[in-house]
């Protein structure tokens, strides 16, 4: 039913206002690709291999792990995932469908909160750069990856 109506939506985009779509598909490019490029650089100023950045749900496992958390968010966050793409099309229940809704969007909510959090403090940015993080992550992911900021954590063992 959704895919229908943003088809619908896409079509008459595209027969209205062309140079718009193109427009709107660009900047969605661009805030995919820059926090992609910006946390490849954000693995490599804390002494991982950057390509670790590029593989779903590893990704996590790896940069938790180095911060010294415990693997239980990127546990919820891939089970909240499956849970989106694979239980809940075949389920029809309302009551199902909300809890799950729940599932999908809050975990990973306090997950990137959680992210935000830990990138700030171990790379010396201050409770302002936090609520940016949240907030404006691909803006402040980028002034954080190509910035003069360290990593300040530098006694927990590289994790490969």
């Given at each position: 039913?959704?895919?229908?109506?943003?088809?619908?939506?896409?079509?008459?985009?595209?027969?209205?206002?062309?140079?718009v779509t193109y427009i709107i598909i660009f900047f969605y490019v661009i805030l995919i690709i820059v926090p992609?490029?910006?946390?490849?650089?954000?693995?490599?100023?804390?002494?991982?291999?950057?390509?670790?950045?590029?593989?779903?749900?590893?990704?996590?496992?790896?940069?938790?792990?180095?911060?010294?958390?415990?693997?239980?968010?990127?546990?919820?966050?891939?089970?909240?995932?499956?849970?989106?793409?694979?239980?809940?099309?075949?389920?029809?229940?309302?009551?199902?469908?909300?809890?799950?809704?729940?599932?999908?969007?809050?975990?990973?909510?306090?997950?990137?909160?959680?992210?935000?959090?830990?990138?700030?403090?171990?790379?010396?940015?201050?409770?302002?750069?936090?609520?940016?993080?949240?907030?404006?992550?691909?803006?402040?992911?980028?002034?954080?990856?190509?910035?003069?900021?360290?990593?300040?954590?530098?006694?927990?063992?590289?994790?490969?």
């Amino acid at each position: 039913m959704f895919l229908i109506q943003f088809s619908e939506f896409l079509s008459f985009m595209t027969e209205s206002a062309p140079h718009v779509t193109y427009i709107i598909i660009f900047f969605y490019v661009i805030l995919i690709i820059v926090p992609v490029i910006a946390e490849f650089r954000i693995f490599k100023k804390m002494g991982l291999k950057g390509y670790k950045s590029l593989i779903p749900f590893y990704c996590y496992f790896i940069f938790f792990k180095r911060m010294g958390y415990s693997p239980l968010f990127p546990i919820l966050y891939t089970i909240s995932c499956t849970y989106f793409f694979v239980i809940d099309p075949l389920i029809n229940d309302i009551l199902l469908s909300t809890v799950g809704g729940l599932l999908y969007f809050v975990i990973p909510f306090i997950i990137h909160i959680k992210k935000s959090i830990a990138l700030s403090a171990y790379f010396g940015k201050n409770s302002m750069f936090t609520l940016g993080l949240v907030l404006f992550y691909p803006a402040f992911i980028m002034i954080l990856a190509f910035g003069k900021s360290r990593f300040l954590k530098d006694d927990l063992p590289c994790s490969e």
